[in-house]
C-alpha cells in the first residue's frame, strides 16, 4: 500500500537553528499538508500545498515556518529559527481528490529543540 | 469555525467488551466526519469516515460509527474490544468542499485490560 516517508524519524536541534523537515508524500496526490502535534495535545493545521502554491495555512504558520515541493517528489517544511516551543511531532499528509478526501498520514517526525 | 469534542481523554475497557469513543462536532454546515487511530510511536491511520450517503459507515478493525446530526455525533463503536485496539483515537471535522483541513478533536486514549 503505497506510503507517505518522512525523515528524519527524530531530530534534535538547538533553539535559534534552522530545521528542514522533508516528506515525500504519494506520488499521484497532488494536496500536501503539513501537520503538527505538541506532546500531549491534539494535532493541529499548519498549511495546505496544491499546484506548487500554499492554498490554505493556521494562525500557527508564522513568517518563521516555509513549505517547499523542490522537485517532483518532495515536500519540504522549514523552521528558520527554532523556539522550544516548536518542539512537536510534525505529520506530512497527502491526498487525491479521486480518494473521496481521506487523507494518508507519514509517521510524523519528532522535532525537539533544547 | 469548526470544532470536535471527544469525551473523555482515557476509555478503559476489558477485553471482549463493547468500545463507544465518543465525538461531537459543531459546524455551520454539514460537515465530513473522520476517525483516526494512531498507535504508539505511529503516525495517524484512518478508520474510517463519511462523507455524504449511509450515516452507519464501517470500517477497518472491526470499527463503525454512526453520523446522527441531529445529535452532531459521531461516535465510534466495535462490539468486542482486543487487546490490539489499545492506541489513541482522533475524530476530526473537515468543510464539506473536500481537500481542505482537517480540524481534530484531542483524542481519547483507549486500553484494554485482559
Known amino acids: 500500500e503505497p506510503e507517505v516517508t518522512q525523515t528524519p524519524s527524530h531530530q534534535v536541534t538547538q533553539m535559534g537553528q534552522e530545521v528542514i523537515l522533508r516528506c515525500v508524500p504519494i506520488s499521484n496526490h497532488l494536496y500536501f499538508y503539513w501537520y503538527r502535534q505538541i506532546l500531549g495535545q491534539k494535532v493541529e493545521f499548519l498549511v495546505s500545498f496544491y499546484n506548487n502554491e500554499i492554498s490554505e495555512k493556521s494562525e500557527i504558520f508564522d513568517d518563521q515556518f516555509s513549505v517547499e515541493r523542490p522537485d517532483g517528489s518532495n515536500f519540504t517544511l522549514k523552521i528558520r529559527s527554532t523556539k522550544l516551543e516548536d518542539s512537536a511531532m510534525y505529520f506530512c499528509a497527502s491526498s487525491d481528490r479521486t480518494e473521496n478526501y481521506g487523507y494518508t498520514f507519514g509517521s510524523g517526525t519528532r522535532l525537539t529543540v533544547v | ?114
Open chain 2, 1 to 114: 469555525a469548526q470544532s470536535v469534542t471527544q469525551l473523555g481523554s482515557h476509555v478503559s475497557v476489558s477485553e471482549g467488551a463493547l468500545v463507544l469513543l465518543r465525538c461531537n462536532y459543531s459546524s455551520s454546515v454539514p460537515p465530513y466526519l473522520f476517525w483516526y487511530v494512531q498507535y504508539p510511536n505511529q503516525g495517524l491511520q484512518l478508520l474510517l469516515k463519511y462523507t455524504t450517503g449511509a450515516t452507519l459507515v464501517k470500517g477497518i478493525n472491526g470499527f463503525e460509527a454512526e453520523f446522527k446530526k441531529s445529535e452532531t455525533s459521531f461516535h465510534l463503536t466495535k462490539p468486542s474490544a482486543h487487546m490490539s485496539d489499545a492506541a489513541e483515537y482522533f475524530c476530526a471535522v473537515m468543510r464539506n468542499s473536500g481537500n481542505t483541513p482537517l480540524v481534530f478533536g484531542k483524542g481519547t486514549r483507549l486500553s484494554v485490560i485482559a
